[in-house]
């Protein structure tokens, strides 16, 4: 058995191979005559037609696409910080000695995962004080910063953006807490020990030690996790926050042809949209770890827990 091969299973024979070329022909032809399928009922059906498209070739049309792609980026850039703090902080609590500290954030991790995303965003919606709070800020913002003050208050002081945000931050960050905590499980014992003999405390240890490697141990499943927090912003349209699915739902049902409503042609242009986003994460993450890897070849020195203890002088 070569190297590249399989351990578990052994190479297919020429009658094996021959059978899994068949296989494949036959998924390919099967696939392709459904999606044809597909394409024949709507044409059929009058959504290729140009009155169908043509509400697309209007600048305030996608212009309104455009703005909400860009508030599903905000709202998304919020989520990722809050959600990523909030992981750190949960994940050192439950990686804490202290029962005060790590029965608490089970707790929190524990209930957060448990709970359906889509009703913490709505009653997170629903919450009287946070439309409270959201508009105190707004007027703090415009009466003591000025125009800066007022160009985010009139872009970020939304409740509905908020509860969006909160309501991910608060799912995605108790995710990522234990991609955290099984990165930092998976760092061999010898290097907290040598950190505990150097005199480091247990911060330090966490801080310069544990987590750096289990950030980059976890790296593909935190970024994964990121591609899943972009997606969860398409909720938003169900508390009415303005981002691309809501934005492709209005102009479906605002726009009347003699073959209906365009909910298909809004389909094809808004799904790509979010299929381009998520690949770009994709790539970004494999040229995260692909220099990952280039910092783990040999000649490369790393900082040992060793580099964080002060020598004395003289």
């Known amino acids: 058995m070569t190297s590249g091969e399989s351990i578990l299973f052994e190479a297919p024979g020429p009658r094996g191979r021959r059978r899994n070329r068949i296989c494949s ?18 044409h059929a059906a009058g959504q290729f037609t140009w009155a169908m ?3 697309f070739t209007y600048q305030g049309v996608q212009r309104r696409i455009l703005i909400g792609a860009l508030d599903t980026l905000k709202a ?30 089970t707790a929190l991790v524990e209930f957060f995962r448990a709970m359906p995303l889509l009703i913490m965003i709505f009653a997170l919606y629903n919450m009287g004080w946070l439309r409270s709070w959201v508009a105190a800020v707004a007027r ?8 800066t003050g007022v160009w985010l208050a009139d872009n970020f002081a939304s409740p509905t953006l908020w509860a969006l945000v909160i309501g991910i931050a608060l799912y995605n960050g108790s995710v990522q ?14 290097q907290t020990e040598a950190a505990y003999a150097l005199g480091m405390r247990k911060a330090q240890v966490t801080t310069t030690v544990v987590l750096p490697q289990a950030v980059r ?26 981002e691309l699915l809501y934005a492709g739902k ?9 073959a209906g409503y365009p ?9 790509p949209i979010y299929i381009g986003m998520c690949l770009a994460l994709s790539t970004f993450a494999k040229w995260l770890a692909h220099r990952g890897r280039q910092q783990r070849r040999p000649g490369l020195r790393f900082r040992s827990p060793a580099d964080h203890v002060r020598k004395p002088a003289g």
């Open 76 to 105: 998304f850039a919020l989520a990722v910080v809050f959600s990523l703090l909030l992981g750190v902080l949960l994940a050192t609590g439950r990686l804490s000695r202290h029962r005060v500290l790590r029965w608490p954030a």
């Open 140 to 147: 703090f913002l415009r009466e003591h910063l000025g125009q």
């Open 217 to 242: 141990t976890m790296l593909p499943s935190i970024v994964g996790q990121i591609v899943v927090t972009l997606k969860d912003t398409s909720l938003g349209f169900i508390i009415t926050y303005e």
């Open 25 to 42: 022909v036959l998924a390919v032809v099967g696939i392709a005559a459904v999606v044809g399928y597909v394409i024949v009922r709507l």
């Open 177 to 190: 807490a234990e991609i955290l905590r099984a990165g930092a499980r998976a760092v061999p014992r010898g």
């Open 250 to 258: 209005l102009l479906a049902q605002n726009t009347a042809t003699p």
């Open 53 to 55: 498209w043509e509400a």
């Open 263 to 271: 909910y298909i042609p809004v389909l094809l242009v808004v799904g």
